[in-house]
């Protein structure tokens, strides 16, 4: 396994719970009040997700996250955009199925971003090891209402699949939160990521320190 793979694996093995953004579920809350409260709570690896903001409010939401992220130690991650990720000196970005290829964006961003793929088959899996993934999102492992294009559950047996098969560091996505996050883990994902569980939440803080002592526990549970 290449260094940047075997530091994913730590970083996300480490973090146990990875959180994104999304100011439409955020209740009225700024993306920056929401990540500052995040990272205070412990938070350790932030993705900034954001649909239908314009290039100039990203960027500025983007340096600031940065600067917060950095202060903290915590990892950034960008969703989609190749270009906004380098232009923020993200520590990596994260891309679907239908965005450039793992080898076009590793050609873009250099060799020490991250890159992150969603994956959704055994077969996207064993793709995202030979394309160069860094690490891979696996789901989604439940329904969700928070992205509308994506397809049905694919249930613990992917996560469980990819726990036995596949040597990336693996983020289990979709329909995740306080009920269900010790199964997830028990079944083997590295990472748990939510949206809506954490964003929505009346008090962040109090959400992601329950959700973290609960990846705790379902980890000692695994051994
Ligand atoms: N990718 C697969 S499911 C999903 C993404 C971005 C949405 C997850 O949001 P939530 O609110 O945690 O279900
Ligand atoms: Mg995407």
Do not use: W
Request: charged share 20%; aromatic share 4%; proline share 2%.
């Amino acid at each position: 396994m290449n260094a940047r793979r075997i530091r994913a694996r730590d970083v996300f093995q480490s973090a146990g719970l990875y959180c994104l953004t999304d100011s439409k579920l955020s209740c009225g809350r700024n993306n920056l009040t929401i990540v500052e409260q995040m990272l205070s709570a412990g938070l350790r690896i932030v993705q900034y997700r954001e649909k239908n903001q314009s290039q100039l409010t990203m960027y500025k939401e983007c340096l600031a996250i940065r600067d917060l992220t950095r202060s903290f130690g915590a990892t950034f991650i960008v969703n989609d955009d190749i270009a906004l990720a380098m232009a923020v000196c993200a520590d990596g970005v994260h891309v679907g199925q239908d965005d450039l290829p793992v080898p076009a964006v590793r050609l873009l961003v250099g060799e020490s971003m991250l890159i992150g793929l969603s994956t959704h088959t055994p077969e996207q899996a064993q793709a995202a090891v030979r394309l160069g993934a860094d690490y891979i999102g696996v789901g989604p492992v439940y329904s969700t209402l928070t992205k509308k294009d994506v397809g049905n559950p694919v249930g613990l047996s992917y996560v469980d699949y990819v726990a036995k098969n596949i040597a990336l560091a693996s983020v289990a996505i979709g329909g995740i939160n306080a009920a269900n996050v010790a199964e997830v883990i028990r079944h083997g994902a590295d990472c748990a990521a939510m949206i809506s569980d954490i964003v929505s939440a009346a008090d962040i803080s109090q959400q992601i320190q329950l959700v973290q002592t609960l990846i705790k526990q379902a980890r000692r549970l695994r051994g």
